[in-house]
C-alpha cells in the first residue's frame, strides 16, 4: 500500500540530496579555482625568489617547501643543474609559462621562467590541489550532511501535521451512518483539501438525491401495485366460489384481465427502474429512420386492431448516438399512447427529420390531446389525465408511467420531449435530440 507521507519524506529527502550534491560539486568547482590560482602564484613567487646567481653557489641554500612541488634547474647551455625530486615522471625539458603535463602518475601543473643565467622550472602534481579543493568542499557540506536524519525526522513530522486534516475528513466520514448524506462542513479545511471535501459533498448530494428518488419509487410502486393485486385476489375468489361454467367462465376473463393489467404494471415498473440515471448502456450510432420504421412495423396490427390508421407521414435520415433499445422502448411508449387514445377511424402519423441541424421525431393524433395546464404534469410517475367526455375509452388501461419511462430515456440522450398541439386537433409529440 502506497503512502503520501513515505512518498513525499523520500522525494523532499532526494531533492535535499540532490541539492546538497549539486551545492558539493559547485563548492568544489569554486574551491580548485581558487586553489589553482593560489599555487600557480605560489610557483611564481617560488621561481621569483630564487637569486640570479650561478646555480653552484645556491645550491645548498634552497628549499622547495612540502606541498609537493618540483625544482628543476638548467644553466642557459641547457645542462641540468639541480633536480629536486629525481623519480618524478617529469620530462627533462622547460617550457616557458604554465602548462599541464600529462603522466602515468598522474597530471601535474609545470611553470618555466629565466632567473638570472638559469631557466627554472617548478612543477607540483594537481592532485594536491584536487585533494585540497574536495576538503573544502567536505568541510563545508558536512553539517548538512550530518543534519540530513533530523531534517528527515522533521520532514516526516511536517507532513504528517499536513495530512492532518484528510484523517480528520477520513474520521468524519468512517463515524457516520449509512442514511447520514449531509455534506462535511469545510470552513476549517486547508485550501488543497477543500476540492476534495467538495467533491464528497457533491457526490453525497447526488446520493442523496438518488435515495430519495428510490425511495420515493419503492413508495409509488408498491402503492400501484396493491390495486390490481388487491383486483386479482377478489376476481381469484370470484372464480372458486361460481357455481356455474358461464359465471365461472366471466370471472376467468376477468381474472385474466386483471393479470394482464398486474403484468403491464409490473414491466412497466421495470423500465422505468432500468431508465434511472447512470443506467444507460453503451452508446452507439443509429438511424432513426430505421428504428422508427420498426417500432412502427411493431404496432401496426394493434393499431388496425383498434381502427387507427398509423403510419410514417415523412422520413429523413436522421443519426443520433445513444442505446437503440432504451429508445425503442420510448417511441414504442409514445406510438403506444397515441394510438391507444385515438378513436377508431383517427389516424396517428409520425415524422422524422433534421430540424436546424437536430434529428426530430414528431407524433401526430387526432384523439382528445391534453389541456396545457396538464402538460407539465403528464410526465410524473403515476399521473393519469382524468377521463373527460372526450377521454372515457373502456379499453384505455394505463399506469402513468409512459410519460416518465419516456422523459427520462430522453434526458439520458440529451433529448427534450415537449407536447403541443396537432393540426388534426390531437397531441403532437415533439422529441428534439
Given at each position: 500500500m ?8 523520500f522525494?523532499?529527502l ?5 541539492g546538497?550534491?549539486i551545492?558539493g ?7 580548485l ?8 602564484y ?7 625568489a630564487?637569486?640570479a646567481?650561478?646555480?653552484s653557489?645556491?645550491?645548498?641554500s634552497?628549499d622547495?617547501?612540502?606541498e ?5 634547474i ?6 641540468l ?7 618524478a ?6 617550457e ?13 601543473r609545470?611553470y618555466?621562467a ?21 576538503n ?11 543534519l540530513?536524519?533530523?531534517l528527515g525526522?522533521?520532514?516526516w513530522g511536517v507532513?504528517?501535521?499536513g ?9 468524519a466520514?468512517?463515524?457516520r451512518?449509512?442514511?447520514a448524506?449531509?455534506?462535511l462542513?469545510?470552513s476549517r479545511?486547508p485550501?488543497?483539501v477543500?476540492?476534495?471535501v ?6 453525497l ?9 428510490q425511495k ?6 408498491a402503492?400501484e ?9 377478489i376476481?381469484?375468489q370470484?372464480?372458486?366460489r361460481a357455481h356455474?361454467?358461464a359465471t365461472r367462465?366471466?370471472a ?5 384481465a386483471?393479470v394482464t393489467?398486474?403484468?403491464r404494471?409490473?414491466?412497466?415498473l421495470?423500465a ?5 440515471p ?8 443509429l ?6 420504421h420498426?417500432?412502427?412495423a ?5 393499431a ?8 410514417i407521414e415523412a422520413?429523413e435520415?436522421?443519426?443520433?448516438s445513444g442505446d ?6 420510448l417511441?414504442?411508449?409514445l406510438?403506444?399512447?397515441a394510438?391507444?387514445y385515438?378513436?377508431?377511424g383517427?389516424r ?5 427529420r ?10 401526430a393524433?387526432n384523439?382528445?390531446?391534453i389541456?396545457r395546464e396538464?402538460r ?5 410517475r ?10 372515457a ?7 402513468g408511467?409512459?410519460l416518465?419511462?419516456?422523459?427520462r430515456i430522453?434526458l ?6 415537449t407536447?403541443?398541439d396537432?393540426q388534426?386537433?390531437?397531441l403532437l409529440?415533439?422529441?428534439t435530440?
Open positions: 502506497r503512502s503520501i507521507r513515505r512518498q513525499l519524506l522525494w523532499l532526494a531533492i535535499v540530496l540532490l546538497v550534491g551545492a560539486w559547485l563548492i568544489y568547482r569554486q574551491a579555482a581558487e586553489a589553482n590560482e593560489l599555487f600557480d605560489q610557483l611564481q613567487e617560488i621561481a621569483a630564487l637569486p646567481e650561478p646555480f653557489q645556491i645550491l645548498s634552497r622547495t617547501g612540502d609537493g612541488i618540483v625544482l628543476q638548467w644553466n642557459r647551455n641547457g645542462v643543474m639541480y633536480y629536486s625530486h629525481p623519480r615522471p617529469l620530462a627533462p625539458r622547460a616557458l609559462g604554465f602548462s599541464t603535463e600529462r603522466t602515468e602518475r598522474g597530471d601535474w609545470v618555466g629565466i632567473v638570472g643565467d638559469n631557466v627554472v622550472q617548478l612543477a607540483q602534481p594537481l592532485s594536491v590541489r584536487n585533494r585540497l579543493a574536495a573544502v568542499a567536505l568541510r563545508t557540506l558536512w553539517p548538512l550532511i550530518i540530513l536524519p533530523v525526522v522533521a520532514v507532513v504528517g501535521r495530512l492532518a486534516p484528510l484523517r480528520r475528513v477520513t474520521g466520514l468512517d463515524a451512518h449509512p442514511e448524506l449531509d455534506p462542513p469545510d479545511l485550501v488543497e477543500r476540492p476534495l467538495r467533491a464528497l459533498n457533491g457526490l448530494e447526488r446520493l442523496a438525491a438518488a435515495l430519495d428518488t420515493a419509487f419503492v413508495a409509488d410502486a402503492h401495485l396493491r390495486t390490481p393485486l388487491a383486483a386479482v385476489q376476481q381469484a370470484l372464480v372458486a356455474d361454467d367462465s366471466e376467468l376473463t376477468d381474472l385474466q386483471g393489467r398486474a403484468t404494471l409490473a414491466e412497466q421495470l422505468l427502474a432500468r431508465t434511472e447512470d443506467g444507460r448502456e453503451a452508446a452507439s450510432q438511424d432513426l429512420d430505421a428504428l422508427l420498426d417500432c412502427v411493431s404496432y401496426a396490427p394493434l388496425q386492431r383498434r381502427g387507427v390508421d398509423l403510419g422520413s435520415t436522421a443519426l443520433v437503440p433499445e432504451a429508445l425503442r422502448v417511441f414504442n411508449n406510438i403506444d399512447n394510438t391507444k385515438t378513436p377508431s383517427g396517428v402519423d409520425v415524422c422524422v433534421e430540424a436546424d441541424g437536430h434529428p426530430t421525431v414528431q407524433i393524433d384523439g382528445p390531446g389541456a396538464e407539465s404534469r403528464v410526465f410524473d403515476f399521473y393519469r389525465v382524468g377521463e373527460g367526455a372526450n377521454r375509452r373502456t379499453d384505455v388501461a394505463g399506469s408511467l409512459g416518465a419511462i419516456v422523459r430522453a439520458q440522450h440529451h433529448a427534450s420531449v407536447l403541443g396537432s388534426s386537433g390531437g409529440v415533439t422529441v435530440f
